[in-house]
T-cell receptor, first 114, second 113 residues
Framework: AQKVTQAQTEISVVEKEDVTLDCVYE???????LFWYKQPPSGELVFLIR??????QNEISGRYSWNFQKSTSSFNFTITASQVVDSAVYFC???????????FGAGTRLFVKA | DAGVTQSPTHLIKTRGQQVTLRCSPI?????VSWYQQVLGQGPQFIFQ???????GRGNFPDRFSARQFPNYSSELNVNALLLGDSALYLC????????????FGPGTRLLVL
């Protein structure tokens, strides 16, 4: 069975602080795909990043960075110098080899205070 | 290019009724997936359709059904509505399967009274 765990339910930070959102996954597939999505108060899920299991290279995109470690089954997301506009719920998701079912974590609600 | 569109945006039904939700994928995308998101939880996978065939199904009762049309748009049907079916229903499209990035629509918010 596949599972995605986001242990942090809510995180509150002050603007300009760095914050890391944790994601731990379980799968028996050797090939799989990991995603991060952002859900602002408007409700629409916004795609942030896709990573396949063969690519463990970390990625940086502006203030966002992702740390993928297969050894610990983790795919963590860091926001550097957080801003109020980063306030949202962030979801980590996993798709297995077949590509026909995607499992989401419960999400982490991030509050960034001015 | 237009993103994923869903209709209606909001819907109020009573227990026992039936509802049909609609989704149009991004142009060129052949796969549509449906998710249910209950307040405070992550999206739960319901169905995935690719090339008009059901390719994946989540742990939902048979009251939930879907189909995909030749133009790749999709409908989700829920029969015999229960109070617990109240949720945000999200549609996502991708080029082929869930291995590619799924792009989500704004959702249909269903309230069952």
């Amino acid at each position: 069975a596949q599972k995605v765990t986001q242990a942090q339910t809510e995180i509150s930070v002050v603007e300009k602080e760095d914050v890391t959102l944790d994601c731990v996954y379980e799968t028996r597939d050797t090939t799989y795909y990991l995603f991060w999505y952002k859900q602002p108060p408007s409700g629409e899920l916004v795609f942030l990043i896709r990573r396949n299991s063969f690519d463990e290279q970390n990625e940086i995109s502006g203030r966002y960075s992702w740390n993928f470690q297969k050894s610990t089954s983790s795919f963590n997301f860091t926001i550097t110098a957080s801003q109020v506009v980063d306030s949202a719920v962030y979801f980590c998701a996993l798709t297995g080899t077949g590509g026909f079912k995607t499992i989401f974590g419960a999400g982490t609600r991030l509050f960034v205070k001015a | 290019d237009a993103g994923v569109t869903q209709s209606p945006t909001h819907l109020i039904k009573t227990r026992g009724q039936q509802v049909t939700l609609r989704c149009s994928p991004i142009s060129g995308h052949k796969s549509v997936s449906w998710y249910q998101q209950v307040l405070g939880q992550g999206p739960q996978f319901i169905f995935q359709y690719y090339e008009k065939e059901e390719r994946g199904r989540g742990n939902f009762p048979d009251r939930f059904s879907a189909r995909q049309f030749p133009n790749y748009s999709s409908e989700l049907n829920v029969n015999a509505l229960l109070l617990g079916d109240s949720a945000l229903y999200l549609c996502a499209s991708s080029l082929r399967t869930g291995r590619e990035t799924q792009y989500f629509g704004p959702g249909t918010r269903l309230l069952v009274l």
